[in-house]
């Protein structure tokens, strides 16, 4: 293990903007099944906890009653059109920038989001951004999910440093890197519901421009 820093991003609200195509697989299903569709303030709202959650959410918003049967075949039909190469998505603005820059600063980085394996590959894979993350945790890596926090704890191992500053943009990052003892920094243009002041957090940006610097005052704070 190596004294240094690493730096840990969430993905969904946080690298990418990717409710817009969460919301469309959503509304795919609702429409093949008859079912009323849901607007994209509760899709955008319904993400965070990973895809059967989403589901849980998407069923009760429309008025189904919980049935784990039911659940499962939604949420099969829901990955059929998750696992495709994300049409709607976008990198937030300077995020390649911001990584190209945090490379070159010597950090090593990963990832850790609750979204399943296979459209995560496909979103790195589509943007550009697997070369940057040399450790990755997705929703089925371990038993646990988010805001437990041993995914976490499992990308800070597999990078080998220390201590990591983990980037995210909801309630559930926040709880994660509390519970996992490392510090957190609050990207706030992604899918939080609760105001900045009421999120716990060691540092807060809202432009990827901004990382790049706020990372370097994060490691000479540390080192001071
Ligand atoms: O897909 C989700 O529900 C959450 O994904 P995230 O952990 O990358 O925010």
Not at 168 to 196: K, M
């Amino acid at each position: 293990m190596t004294a240094q820093t690493a730096l840990i991003f969430d993905l969904d609200g946080t690298l990418i903007d990717s409710a817009p195509d969460l919301h469309h697989a959503a509304n795919t299903v609702l429409r093949h099944e008859n079912l009323p569709e849901i607007s994209f303030e509760q899709a955008r709202s319904f993400i965070g906890k990973g895809a059967p959650v989403l589901i849980s959410r998407v069923m009760q918003a429309v008025g189904l009653p919980e049935d784990p049967a039911e659940h499962a075949r939604l949420l099969a039909l829901f990955m059929r059109e998750y696992d495709k190469p994300p049409a709607l998505t976008r990198l937030y603005p300077g995020v390649m920038d911001a990584l190209a820059r945090l490379r070159a600063m010597g950090l090593p980085m990963g990832l850790c989001t609750n979204k399943p394996a296979s459209p995560t590959h496909i979103a790195l894979d589509h943007f550009g951004l697997a070369p940057f993350l040399s450790a990755v945790a997705c929703a089925e890596t371990l038993p646990q999910r988010k805001p437990d926090p041993a995914p976490l704890r499992h990308v800070l191992a597999e990078l080998g440093t220390a201590s990591a500053l983990y980037v995210g943009d909801s309630e559930v990052d926040a709880e994660t890197a509390q519970r996992a003892g490392l510090p957190f920094a609050l990207f706030t243009e992604g899918y939080r519901h609760t105001a900045v002041a009421d999120l716990p957090h060691a540092h807060v940006f809202d432009h990827f421009d901004a990382l790049p610097d706020l990372v370097a005052r994060h490691l000479r704070e540390r080192a001071a």
